[in-house]
Every structure is written in structure tokens, then in C-alpha cells.
């Protein structure tokens, strides 16, 4: 048992290296998706039919394809149409991407959960429609898609795996290289599962007292 924990603190220090990448494409990718997400849902609640057909296609494509997929789309298809990006790059984009369509439809859901009443009373007072929705609707909207956002960004935590894929030296990978080269999978395994875990407890402790503040404040 000693010599099992021995190895497991042993290999903390190549690990510690892949922790910074998968948290940069990590933080990376959730700032992306929630911005094109919120874009996306923006669009999709148009009166405008183009814009929100738009949307809903974009939408219902990227949540049919594997984000594996969209990775490799990015990473190896890309270059050949002229637009070469480094794997952590594309890493980040492509989570970014393949993300944001879940955002979107969190956000239209919180959007249109919002009570009319909201609008008809903003409107009432004159205010424009980014107005309206900056002032009164997003705020509110945030509120209501906290629980799924949290998930959200533990899941893109925990899919920073598959950066891997595409050869960013990230947590997983970092753990697959050691495990290849000194046969000890149980030990090297083992401590990336911890770290993982360690990684987001303080996302779902995060999660739960942003839910408790919003909540005092309705």
C-alpha cells in the first residue's frame, strides 16, 4: 500500500503539467460556448425567420455530430481549407463549438421562462429590445439555467479528455504516457481519477452558491 501511494505522489508532477492544459482549454472552451451559445439563442428567438432558421440548423447540427468528430473536422480537416490552428487551439474551438449548442438551447429555454409580463412592462417604459433583454430578461434568464450551466461546465471539464485525441498533452494523456512507460496503470489511473475529482468539487460547490445567492435575491 505504501508503495502504491509512493508512485501515486511520484507521478504528481507530470501530471500537474497536463492539469494546466486541461484547464486552460477547459475555462477556454466555457467562454467560448457561452458566448456563441447566447448568440445562437439570441438569433433563434428572432422575429426574424432567416436569422432563427439559421440558428435552429446550426444548432441541430453541431448536437448531432460527435464532438470526436467535430475535433478532428478542426484540428485535421481545416489546414487542407487553409486555416491551420494548433492543437490547443483547436481544442478550445472545437469544445467551444460543439458546446455551444447545448448553451443555446439553456439559454432560450431561461429566455422563455421569463414571464411576459417582464417584457410587456419593459416595453411599456420604452426600452429597446438589447435594453430590455440586458436589463431585465438575461438577468433573470441566468437565474433559471443555473443548475443546467453548472453541469454544463463540469461536463466540459471532464470532455477535456478528448483534446487528447488531437494530441494536447493534457491531463489524460499525460496519464496515458506515464502508465505506457512504467506499466503501472492502477497507480497512474488512480491519481487522475482523484485529480478529476479534485478538479470539480469546486466547480459543483460554485454551482450550488451561485444557485443559494441568486436564489436570496428573487
Known sequence: MSSFLQDMINF??????????????TVGSIIFSTVLGLIWAIMR????RALSLTSATIVNILRAIPILVQLFYIYFVMPELGLALTALQAAIIGLGIAYSSYQAEDFRAGIEAVDHGQTEAAQSIG????????RVILPQAIKIILPSYG????????DSSLASTITVAELSLQGKLIASSTFKNTAVFTTVALLYLVMCLPLMGLSRWLEKRMGRRR
Do not use: D, E, F, W
Open 12 to 25: 504528481l508532477p507530470a501530471l500537474m503539467k497536463g492539469i494546466q492544459l486541461t484547464l486552460i482549454v
Open 45 to 48: 428567438l428572432s422575429s426574424n
Open 127 to 134: 426600452m429597446s429590445r438589447g435594453l430590455m433583454m440586458r
Open 151 to 158: 453541469n454544463t461546465m463540469i461536463m466540459m471539464l471532464k
